[in-house]
């Protein structure tokens, strides 16, 4: 069956510095999403993309996030200038439909800012 | 707002018996919704969903009741097994966008 990927599944940093996370959607979507889910609390949506661009973003994707598909396969999340409050783990998803029905998400990567 | 350190309700059941894991949602204008479920250190895995246009969906085991009067959305798991120990959260979405916007989460225990 296919699935997402993402990779590393952790990531250790120190503050400031930039961190870029991987993705790979399952290969026929055309959606894709990046939500956050900082320990115990819920998972909480920060991007979609579609087309190269972004179609939708919340309050929390800043300008120190940004969003790419540097190729035909990979979406990947950079984030300029980490702080500690970007601590979490990282979902990747993706979808098949633009109403972003069936989002299908990736094992995570775990952040952790130092 | 959001709180810290979300609490987790938790349904503990006997192996073999049926689960009904309750949400509630904010947004009357939500008109789609998911259930998910979260093993420890894995992303989200899709069980089932179900548009505003309908009250039941039915999968493998599992039943999705919506009732848009209250707002309120029910995953019902017949014949629980121990593989079924999760953390099971809805979400919802409305037609303006493609955001999920999850729920708090419940964690389903499921004694042998």
């Known amino acids: 069956e296919p699935e997402v990927t993402q990779t590393p599944s952790h990531q250790v940093t120190q503050m400031g510095q930039e961190v870029i996370l991987r993705c790979v959607p399952i290969?026929?979507?055309?959606?894709f999403y990046w939500y956050r889910q900082i320990l115990g609390q819920k998972v909480e949506f920060l991007v979609s993309f579609y087309n190269n661009e972004i179609s939708e973003k919340s309050e929390i994707f800043d300008d120190q996030f940004s969003v790419e598909r540097p190729d035909g396969s990979n979406f990947t999340l950079k984030i300029r200038s980490t702080k500690l409050e970007d601590s979490a783990m990282y979902f990747c998803?993706?979808?098949?439909?633009?109403?972003?029905?069936?989002?299908?998400f990736g094992p995570g990567t775990r952040l952790t800012v130092l | 707002g959001e709180s810290v350190g979300l609490h987790l309700p938790t349904l503990s059941v006997q192996e073999g018996d049926n689960s009904i894991i309750n949400c509630a949602y904010s947004?009357?204008?939500?008109?789609?919704f998911i259930w998910y479920k979260q093993e420890s250190g894995k992303g989200p895995q899709f069980i089932i969903d179900?548009?505003?246009?309908?009250d039941k969906r039915q999968g493998q085991r599992v039943t999705v009741l919506l009732n848009k009067t209250v707002k309120h959305l029910s995953l019902q798991i017949a014949a629980t097994q121990p593989g079924d120990s999760a953390v099971y959260f809805c979400a919802e979405k409305n037609n303006a966008g493609n955001m999920l916007t999850f729920g708090g989460g419940t964690r389903l225990m499921v004694k042998p």
């Open positions: 179900i548009r505003s246009n309908m």
């Open positions: 290969s026929n979507h055309l959606y």
């Open positions: 998803a993706s979808s098949v439909y633009r109403t972003g029905d069936e989002q299908f």
């Open positions: 947004n009357s204008a939500s008109d789609y």
